[in-house]
């Protein structure tokens, strides 16, 4: 057995990468097929993380082999499927893969196991090319900062790239997280990003890892100071998945233990013991969890449960459950009168996307018309507005006369009818306040 020198960054976003995305399937002699089983046995035994456990899934699968369990496989990689499905039923990132012995030896050489050795000159240009993880980064209707985070990478490269994130929504008035897509990552940057949402001064216990390895349990305490700041108090959400996996757990659950965030979405996938991936001579890879973490609050984590969020819905509509809670809940924290009426009209443009108001040409023609330098028009179903002869875009209806253009809560359009004919004006309402007017003039 060759231990992998890297612990792998994402190995629940990895786990099965390799053998799912093979092109065909590579046969394996009967010797190879349970020489590896022994193999990943004996690394199990050794490096598990409790060495009670070990021991016994070590046995049961040396059982298992002996009993000809694994008789009918006779490629790599339907032994590496058939090995993780039983052994995730373990522990959740157990996951194992099949290389071939040229690609275990060109790992050995590129972590430093071998002679040969070879780094790339940036060993975190794959991670930098995804950007750290940072999808995404934006202002959302209402001021609601939103991060999209498909992985936690290493805070030591990505630390600049993270605060440039949390400093570019450092205006906002909630936060919302998505980790959705999150298969896993690096303990730092879990610390760093949950430290920038508690109190200053690194009191705060976030989580103890566990390890046969550790004579003491190693904990995660917050950041005495935060490069980015600290907002304790500013209102946070966390979007999670089924898929969302490791780190991305830990990420939301910490949070919630700590009554700092309101999770919305399905429960996640339930991997909560960190580890790292070993090689074996016969070709294959596997991830075996070498510590546990240990939640000061909970006393536990969330293996095979999953993270269980506040708000449960199905995956594709978190974001809008986020965006409705916290449009309701600065609200009712009493807003002033700007950022009341932001927020009242980015409600009403979610819930006009969520049921949206149908009106027929009959009814949209009312609404035609040329008010001063303001056109309106019906076409293909649609109200156009344009403005002194430039390109025309949709307006969205919203009900009672009201109208935006698609996607802009900046504006609201409210036409004034008086009777049963067509509008008498167009009152442009703009989010400083500001009502500008508009008389039909043709």
Do not use: C
């Not at 991670?127 to 940072?134: C, E, I, K, T």
């Amino acid at each position: 057995m060759l231990e992998f020198a890297r612990t792998t960054l994402a190995a629940f976003a990895t786990a099965g990468l390799v053998a799912t995305a093979a092109a065909a399937q590579s046969p394996i002699e009967v010797d190879t097929r349970d020489e590896a089983v022994r193999e990943i046995a004996e690394t199990i035994s050794e490096r598990f993380y409790d060495a009670e456990r070990a021991a016994q899934i070590a046995a049961d699968l040396i059982a298992a082999l002996d009993a000809g369990a694994f008789a009918g496989f006779d490629d790599g990689e339907s032994l590496a499927t058939a090995l993780t499905t039983r052994l995730s039923a373990e522990d959740r990132h157990f996951g194992v893969n099949y290389v071939g012995p040229e690609a275990v030896a060109a790992m050995q050489r590129r972590d430093g196991a071998g002679p040969a050795r070879e780094r790339s000159a940036d060993p975190w240009a794959p991670l930098r090319r995804q950007n750290f993880g940072f999808a995404s980064v934006e202002i959302l209707p209402g001021n609601i900062g939103y991060i999209d985070l498909r992985q936690f990478a290493p805070i030591q490269p990505a630390e600049s790239t993270a605060r440039a994130a949390l400093d570019f929504i450092a205006g906002t008035d909630a936060v919302i997280f998505d980790v959705r897509q999150n298969g896993g990552g690096a303990p730092s940057m879990v610390q760093y990003l949950v430290s920038h949402f508690l109190q200053p001064g690194g009191q705060t216990l976030i989580n103890t890892f566990v390890s046969r390895d550790l004579e003491y349990p190693n904990q995660m305490w917050s950041l005495p100071s935060h490069p980015a700041g600290n907002r304790p108090d500013i209102p946070l959400y966390v979007l999670t998945s089924a898929r969302t996996g490791s780190a991305g757990e830990a990420f939301p659950y910490h949070l919630k233990a700590l009554e700092r965030a309101t999770i919305i979405g399905e429960s996640t996938y339930g991997a909560g013991n960190p580890g790292g991936t070993f090689l074996t001579e016969a070709g294959f890879t596997i991830f075996v969890s070498t510590g546990s973490a240990r939640n000061p609050i909970t006393g536990t984590n969330w293996e095979g449960t999953g993270v269980q969020p506040h708000i449960e819905t199905a995956a594709g509509d978190a974001l809008d459950t986020a965006l409705a809670n916290a449009y309701a809940a600065l609200l009712d924290a009493g807003s002033d009168d700007g950022a009341r009426l932001t927020l009242e009209w980015a409600l009403e443009g979610l819930n006009a996307n969520a049921e949206p108001v149908t009106l027929s040409e009959t009814a949209l023609a009312r609404y035609a018309g040329t008010y001063g330098i303001r056109n309106v028009s019906v076409e293909d179903g649609q109200l156009i507005y344009s403005r002194d002869g430039r390109p025309g875009a949709a307006l969205q209806p919203l009900g009672d006369h009201r109208f935006r253009l698609e996607g802009d809560d900046d504006a609201r359009f409210i036409f004034v009818i008086s009777g049963s004919g067509p509008a008498d004006s167009m009152d442009l309402h703009l989010a400083d306040g500001r009502v500008i007017g508009n008389v039909r003039t043709d």
